[in-house]
């Protein structure tokens, strides 16, 4: 159904205004024209999204709208089944499903816009990926929830050296998901050479750790090298700065953004509070919370120079990381409820700020 959902209207879109979306969707429209370029040799650092839809047409004999839509629609299951699948969620059928659905479409409360405090209905907040975004963070989205996978499987219980399958599937997903985006690959990255030290320092298995160390870094960093060389190396106008909160302050103040990243992440934050009051806080969600907030770091301190400086392209591992953050809230929202302990009242609460989260889906969906 969410396949069918999502690919009939892609398709019907196509079809009725002749081209992706024009400019209320220009980051669409930007990637079917890379995507279309292929031809031409005109390949981008992050890649796999526009190779997908390209061989999915040629393979097929089916048009790049077509196969565009297609490979959109088919993240949107993935994400779906991904998240009921590796992260078993307790409660009726019913409820699990619509935790799963939800993570499709939430976005942050736009209380500041229906209060007039704020003209945007977009810019300055982080969402978690949904159908308007960036086609290549849509597409980096289940290789981010994979990465979780295998991070909490490898890092939150006792070290443990992972088999021959399990070293192939972290292996593939590290690449395939920098080369979907590199931001998704950026919101791991950074934790795991501290993570797998604090282990050392407490469980001294040296040899688990090293390789998982080798496992974890090494096909992580030729791929970003790979991709740094391709986006900058001879560009002496473009590259990596230290400009802490300088893309922020082109949309709005620091008040204002801490705000509105407040309201993105309200429910999943709420989730965490009342978790912690039950003393019900599980690892993964802890994990979860702190890969969120990792994920900001880029964003907030970091730039690129020249005519991109502006673009706010480190912001997109945000919207992954809210993404892990949100999955791992609806588990443990649900595990609270299966367990009986969840007070009627907070129950009111989490259900009413659930809604508001996608209720503001539909209204930027319609408006923005």
């Known amino acids: 159904m969410i396949f069918l959902v999502t690919f009939l209207w892609y398709t019907w879109y196509w079809q009725t205004y002749g081209s992706f979306f024009g400019d209320r969707f220009s980051d669409h429209k ?38 565009y839509s297609l490979v959109i629609a088919s993240t949107h299951t993935a994400v779906f089944w991904l998240a009921a699948l590796l992260f078993p969620m307790k409660g009726s059928i019913g409820a699990r499903i619509e935790a799963a659905l939800s993570l499709l479409i939430v976005y942050p409360l736009l209380i500041f816009y229906f209060l007039n ?45 992972p088999n021959t ?67 900058y190396a001879g560009n002496s106008s473009q590259g990596i700065i230290w400009s802490p909160f300088a893309v922020i302050r082109e949309f709005n103040t620091l ?60 912001g997109w591992g945000g919207q992954l990381g809210l993404l892990i953050f949100f999955l791992a809230s609806f588990q443990s929202y649900l595990s609270l409820r299966h367990e009986g302990v969840l007070k009627r009242s907070h129950h009111f609460a989490l259900r009413t700020i659930l809604l508001g989260h996608i209720a503001s889906y539909g209204f930027y969906f319609a408006f923005a």
């Not at 390949?43 to 061989?55: C, E, K, N, R």
């Open 165 to 231: 399958a399990e070293c192939l599937m972290i292996s593939a997903t590290i690449i395939f998901g920098a080369l979907a985006k590199p931001n998704c690959l950026l919101i791991f990255f950074p934790l795991t050479p501290i993570i797998l030290f604090m282990l050392w320092l407490k469980e001294g298995r040296r040899s688990e750790i090293l390789c998982n160390t080798l496992l974890w870094t090494i096909p992580a960093l030729l791929v970003l090298i790979f991709q740094f060389s391709i986006e």
């Open 255 to 314: 008040t204002m953004y801490f705000a509105k990243l407040f309201l993105s992440a309200f429910f999943p934050l709420y989730v965490f509070i009342l978790a912690m009051s039950y003393k019900k806080v599980s690892k993964e969600f802890l994990f979860s919370l702190i890969v969120f907030l990792t994920s900001l770091i880029p964003f907030l301190f970091l730039a690129e120079s020249g005519r991109k400086l502006h673009d706010g392209n480190w």
């Open 117 to 161: 405090l704020d003209d945007y209905i977009s810019h300055g907040y982080t969402p978690p990926a949904n159908i308007k975004h960036n086609p290549t963070i849509l597409f980096a989205r289940p290789f981010a929830i994979l990465l979780f996978y295998y991070s909490c499987r490898t890092f939150l219980n006792r070290m443990r050296l």
């Open 30 to 67: 930007i990637h079917f024209e890379t995507a279309a370029g292929l031809e031409k040799g005109q390949v981008p650092p992050h890649f796999l999204f526009h190779v997908t839809v390209f061989l999915i047409s040629e393979i097929l004999f089916i048009s790049l709208s077509t196969s």
